[in-house]
């Protein structure tokens, strides 16, 4: 990864846990490359935190094994919190299709030059989900 995508998804992390959040990222856990899972590995790990999580925040952009984890979550009712990049759009119409199956599904835009939100457009993001996002 770019070393700006590093900062904004450790600055994102960072302002979630001064919240009080627990915060799991596969990213950091496999120290950004350093470290990467195998497939067994990444999949059960991955999958037991989604379920046992209260929410799903993502960023998809271009990311395979996002798709699949807004799968999981969804198909476990966990509230989730997409956040779709205007200069790189929506892959797949399936994304804002979520909001019709039940579960809690709150899309935010954003509008940044990199694949994550910078820091303005974050902190409208964490405004929005500390009114909006309810969680179990």
């Not at 990213?27 to 999580?53: M, N, P, W």
């Not at 200069?87 to 809690?104: A, C, D, N, V, W």
């Not at 929005?128 to 996002?133: A, D, R």
Request: hydrophobic share 35%; charged share 25%; with cysteine.
């Amino acid at each position: 990864l770019e070393s700006a995508t590093k900062s904004r998804i450790m600055e994102i992390i960072s302002d979630l846990r001064q919240h009080g959040h627990n915060v799991f990222c596969a990213l950091e856990e496999e120290e950004f490359g350093k470290k990467v899972a195998d497939s067994i590995e990444c999949t059960h790990r991955d999958y037991s935190l989604i379920k046992q999580s209260n929410l799903y925040i993502t960023f998809p952009n271009n990311s395979f094994g996002c798709a699949v984890e807004l799968g999981w979550a969804s198909a476990h009712s966990i509230p989730i919190v997409l956040g779709i990049n205007k200069r790189i759009g929506s892959k797949t119409p399936l994304y804002e299709g979520l909001q019709s199956t039940g579960t809690q599904v709150h899309i935010v835009y954003y509008d940044s030059e990199n694949e994550f939100p910078d820091r303005s457009e974050w902190k409208k993001i964490l405004k929005y989900m500390e009114e909006y996002v309810i969680i179990k």
